[in-house]
């Protein structure tokens, strides 16, 4: 089964799966690099993005924390995900 896309912008996707593990995390991908994201600490748990990536998707982590957590807790109940506006 493929992660639900919940966001896309300047070549950044942003997935998250439904039966993931604590801490609440998202997934971001920008070409091949793949990182891992926590949420509430918007910081990487695992995995890279080059330097201005980085910085767009933290950014937007900050933006979205609440909108974050509102899909962490739909994925934890096996709901459908909410789009996400992207960082414009």
Known sequence: MTMPEISLFYGLKVTMNW???NPPHFHAE???HKASIDI???QIII???PGKQLKLILAWCE???DELMQNWELARSGK???RINPLI
Do not use: F, V
Request: glycine share 6%; net charge negative; no cysteine.
């Open 40 to 42: 509430q600490k918007a």
């Open 47 to 49: 995995g890279a993005l």
């Open 63 to 65: 933006i979205h924390k």
């Open 19 to 21: 039966d993931e593990h």
């Open 80 to 82: 459908p995900l909410n």
């Open 30 to 32: 920008y070409a091949e």
